[in-house]
């Protein structure tokens, strides 16, 4: 039996700190497009390790750069009082894009319901597997690359 990186990491979730927000990583949610490193290199190097440096940059430049992450692998919350916490998932709108030979990337506040009944909550963006070979399922892990999936 083949197993691929992404199984392992499944359950793997890192945390990094600046103090002001905190910066989730969940490699095996990952989709790999490289577009948190290339946009931000001084905080997200994958030369580097740890791989994410929350000094490198403000606070708002790390949070702009978290949001373009197409899989959901890394996310950010606030370190502020649950006081003054609110939630988003009922002020977004949901948008549902079909990338060219890859996933469905779908950005806004979205239920994933899972085939055991387990429930995850979604508030930014994640990238749904649509060539049937990912190791992750229902989320993308890149496979579509490897198994060079191209849309009809």
């Known amino acids: 039996m083949i197993y691929y990186l992404s199984e392992f990491m499944k359950d793997i979730t890192k945390h990094y700190s600046n103090g002001d927000i905190t910066v989730v990583w969940k490699p095996g949610q990952c989709a790999h497009s490289a577009l948190c490193w290339k946009g931000l290199t001084n905080v997200f190097n994958p030369k580097h390790r740890p791989w994410i440096k929350m000094n490198g940059a403000w606070t708002a430049e790390i949070i ?62 994640i990238a749904i597997c649509r060539c049937g070979a990912s190791g992750n399922k229902p989320y993308c892990d890149g496979s579509h690359v490897r198994i060079n999936f191209k849309d009809e």
């Open 64 to 125: 702009a750069q978290v949001e373009q992450c197409p899989s959901g692998a890394l996310s950010y919350f606030r370190n502020a009082a649950t006081e003054n916490v609110f939630d988003l998932t009922s002020k977004v709108e949901t948008k549902v894009e079909v990338t060219s030979n890859g996933p469905l990337i779908i950005h806004g506040g979205i239920t994933v319901k899972h085939k055991d009944g387990s429930e995850t909550q979604h508030n930014s963006v």
